[in-house]
């Protein structure tokens, strides 16, 4: 869950971070201090030092925090001039903190925080006194560029974390201890899922089999569910001339995230970041009229952006990947329909993906923002009341949306407790007008249409690895990439269990039979381990009563039944957990 800034857990975290900064110049020389704000997390400082830390300086760096705490510093806020803050930097050595205070802008405090012998600059909040800080704990080290630039100097980032309380504490612990068990990265090597080949590039997924099954079940029920709830799909080219990117607006703001231009037939081309501008111009493809909106359009669409090295995450941070993107134009008198059906369609497919706790995120217009105020403020009324309707928790961020529009960012909660940002819908008033979109209204005139941005599962390859990591890999029936694995006794009875894999062919069910000559023990071991959901073992029993003996997954041994009644109920199990009672309106605009 994001972090409140005003929290007494941020200012805890905050406070924390000084302690575990202070605690590192006492154990060791020539510390030079970068930055160390509170995380989702934790907290982390950035520093730069001879000494490599690793794991093994844990226990003693939490011992002296202890004992800094135990010390019971207060926490003095000390305000200065710039000369004077310069000055005090300078005393102190710290270069990297010079560089700092020349961001803070001069309209802005410049204030310091002291604790015991301890002095950082920083804005602040922090809690009264270090003996305030609670149940924490070293996490991880790793490298951070200064600034995140690769041409800046390699700095050391200790993670850690705090909670209010030792239960807390251990809670968060055990959570990410069964995380690294999740790993989906470690999961996708080990069931054959997915890799990333380096030789070829990081952050580029290559999809193996059994994950490339899962994918697409996963875009063939994304594609039926949105003819269904009144979607057209659309598919678009993957490079576009540079003049669109230009009035699109990327080449002005999205072009440190664009791949360079390539240069055909004397014009410069850009892999597309974004699908936007193609929708948009199959809008403009002819002269629109009130009678054809709303125009629901969605399109599985691979894009690529660049993402530095050190922020590449398997399958949850990549180059290359494919949003599930959709855009709706519509009429002002139709924009509230329009975003209920959405969060609606959201949370049925998140349920269906058997992901229950929803919360969301609205926010809201800031400061300096493109689009007519009475257009704001309606668009955020209806996401709003989207949200209201469906029982929805949600937080307000006041000023935190995009210049281009208001828009609600729905997070889900996993197995283990973790929540993740998924669902977007965003309104945008920014490219309509870029693209001077327009429609012939009832009136005769030509009026601007509403335009939003809808992602449902974010990307594919994200919403894989988050999946991967909420299942352990243990897909349900209906995903499985193997639903069924046939496991004859001895070789005599292969070819029973060949017939029994044609059979379950005919009905669609996927699934292999075990020919290697092991003892069933082994093979039942090794179908475990492939989190294969049922087995089907056959010896010379089963053979002659035409029977199968079921191991389902996580039931164990459910005894032997019929071959027909088994193939009928296992697809009726797979039906159900696949099918969907929608609740986006079928019929009709």
Same mark, same amino acid.
């Given at each position: ?17 000084h ?13 030079q ?93 922090? $809690? ?28 050391? /980032? ?25 790993d ?31 994918r697409?079940v $996963? ?35 999205? %072009? ?7 240069? $055909? ?15 948009i ?18 399109e ?23 949003q ?10 139709? !924009?509230?329909?329009? $975003? ?15 992901f229950?706790?929803i ?17 704001? @403020? ?41 929540e ?59 995903? %499985?990439?193997?639903q069924?694995r ?6 005599k ?31 039942? /071991? ?31 041994? !459910?005894? !032997? ?18 099918? !969907? ?5 079928? @019929?009709?605009?």
């Open positions: 869950m994001k972090l409140d800034p005003t929290s007494d857990l941020y200012k805890m975290r905050h406070s924390a971070a302690v575990m900064a202070a605690a590192v110049c006492r154990l060791f020389d020539d510390v201090l970068d930055i160390g704000p509170p995380t989702d997390e934790g907290f982390y400082y950035d520093f730069d030092l001879s000494h490599r830390l690793t794991p093994e300086d844990f226990e003693a760096i939490e011992a002296e925090m202890a004992k800094f705490i135990a010390e019971d510093h207060p926490f003095e806020r000390i305000e200065v001039s710039r000369s004077e803050a310069e000055q005090m930097i300078q005393d102190m050595g710290q270069r990297y903190k010079l560089e700092r205070l020349a961001d803070i802008p001069d309209d802005e405090a410049i204030t310091f925080f002291k604790c015991g012998e301890f002095v950082d600059l920083c804005r602040g909040p922090h $809690i009264e006194s270090t003996g305030k800080v609670k149940a924490f704990k070293l996490m991880t080290v790793a490298g951070s560029y200064y600034r995140g630039r690769e041409t800046n100097p390699m700095l050391q /980032r200790l993670y850690a974390t705090a909670f209010p309380t030792d239960k807390l504490l251990r809670v968060h612990l055990k959570q990410m201890e069964e995380a690294k068990l999740r989906h990265r470690k999961l996708g090597k080990e069931l054959d899922l997915f890799s990333i080949q380096e030789d070829v590039g990081p952050g580029l997924i290559h999809w193996h089999p059994k994950g490339a099954r899962i697409s $996963i875009e063939e029920y994304w594609r039926r569910e949105h003819l269904q709830g009144g979607y057209e799909l659309l598919y678009s080219p993957h490079i576009g001339r540079a003049g669109l990117w230009e009035t699109s607006g990327h080449l002005d703001f999205y %072009a440190e995230s664009m791949y360079a231009p390539m240069e $055909i037939d004397e014009n410069k081309y850009f892999v597309k970041p974004m699908n936007c501008p193609f929708h111009k199959i809008y403009q493809s002819h002269k629109r009229s009130y009678r054809e909106l709303p125009l629901r359009w969605a599985l669409g691979t894009v690529y952006r660049y993402e530095k090295a050190g922020v590449l995450h398997g399958l949850l941070r990549v180059r290359g990947f494919t599930d993107d959709a855009h709706i134009f519509c009429t002002t008198e139709q !924009v509230e329909d329009e $975003i209920a059906r959405a969060v609606q369609f959201a949370i049925n497919m998140w349920h269906t993906f058997g229950t706790e919360t969301a995120y609205l926010a809201t217009r800031p400061d300096k923002a493109v689009g007519e105020e009475a257009r704001w @403020k309606q668009a955020t009324a209806s996401l709003e009341a989207a949200l209201q309707s469906e029982g929805i928790p949600y937080e307000t961020d006041v000023g935190g949306g995009a210049f281009y529009g208001p828009k609600i960012d729905l997070k889900v909660k996993d197995t283990i407790g973790r993740w940002q998924m669902s977007t819908v965003q309104f945008d008033f920014n490219l309509p007008e870029r693209f001077d979109l327009t429609y012939v209204g009832e009136d005769g005139q030509e009026h601007r249409p509403y335009m939003i941005h809808r992602a449902l599962l974010g990307s594919l390859e994200r919403f894989f690895g988050i999946m991967v990591e909420h299942y352990a890999g243990a897909f349900p029936s209906w995903l %499985a990439p193997e069924v046939v496991l004859p006794l001895t070789e009875q292969l070819d029973y269990a060949l017939d029994i894999g044609r059979q379950l062919a005919q009905h669609d069910i996927r699934y292999t039979v075990d020919e290697r000559s092991e003892k069933i023990g082994a093979k039942i /071991r090794n179908a475990q381990l492939s989190k294969i959901p049922t087995m089907l073992i056959v010896g010379p029993s089963e053979e002659a009563d035409r029977t199968v003996s079921v191991r389902a997954r996580p039931a164990g041994d !459910v005894g !032997v039944h019929p071959l027909d009644s088994v193939i009928h109920s296992l697809c009726s199990d797979i039906a159900s957990r696949a099918r !969907v009672s929608s609740l986006v309106p079928q @019929k009709g605009k």
